[in-house]
């Protein structure tokens, strides 16, 4: 079956550098990746998404990276702000687990001023 | 605003209480998902509706019964729970699960306490 993780459940960086969360997989049949953000008090929100025929995918200062070699995806958000501090997810689904997704644990990223 | 709308917000109930967690969509989405969300683990998918009908029940104790009565709103009433049953539960929705890819977006949440 499949499962997410992701390597470290804490991620302290110093406001405006960049951060990146990483995220393994187990099913190299996963075909469709999320990132999610949650923050306290709140259900995860929708930050970008990647289909497994990309390798990268870009948008407002986050960007996703997909190696299906090893089978690892990351979140890279440039010039972290206080805004982000919050729990990021990854997710993935692949078809022929009935196109429901499967959730990693989850990192908390903290922003220090 | 996300679009899901998840009521009450907070709920403390004992164990031989009956109550129902409601979640409604203004997305226009023909999905929508329940997920349990305990300290510490990844989050669990509960129950999926497709167009009003259930598609997946992932072993989920009878004590939880959902009800979809159209494709905007669902209900998750509770029963005799369990301490354990403590949680975030997460109501989510989705265009359409037939394609599979596609993001699914969350509500607030219901942060439940069984005393």
């Known amino acids: 079956g499949e499962s997410v993780g992701l390597h470290l459940p804490t991620l302290s960086v110093q406001e405006g550098d960049n951060s990146i969360i990483n995220c393994a997989y187990s099913n190299s049949a996963s075909d469709y990746f999320i990132w999610y953000k949650q923050e306290s008090g709140k259900g995860p929100q929708f930050i970008i998404d990647i289909r497994s025929n990309m390798d990268k995918r870009q948008g407002q200062r986050v960007t996703v990276l997909l190696n299906k070699t090893v089978k690892h995806l990351s979140l890279q958000i440039a010039a972290t702000q206080p805004g982000d501090s919050a729990v990021y997810f990854c997710?993935?689904?692949?078809?022929?687990?009935?196109?429901?997704?499967?959730f990693g644990g989850g990192t908390r990223l903290m922003v220090k001023p | 605003e996300t679009g899901v709308t998840q009521t009450p917000r907070h709920l403390v109930m004992g164990m031989t209480n009956k109550k129902s967690l409601k979640c409604e969509q203004h997305?226009?989405?023909?999905?929508m998902y329940w997920y349990k969300q305990s300290a510490k683990k990844p989050l669990e998918l509960m129950f999926v509706y497709n167009f009003k009908e259930q598609t997946e029940n992932n072993s989920v104790p009878s004590r939880f019964s959902p009800e979809c009565p159209n494709s905007s709103h669902l209900f998750l009433h509770l029963h005799t729970l369990q301490p354990e049953d403590s949680a975030l539960y997460l109501c989510?929705?989705?265009?359409?699960?037939?394609?599979?890819?596609?993001?699914?977006?969350f509500g607030d949440g219901t942060r439940l306490s069984i005393l």
């Open positions: 997710a993935g689904l692949h078809h022929n687990a009935g196109n429901m997704l499967t």
């Open positions: 989510a929705s989705s265009q359409d699960p037939g394609t599979g890819n596609q993001p699914q977006h």
């Open positions: 997305l226009g989405h023909n999905a």
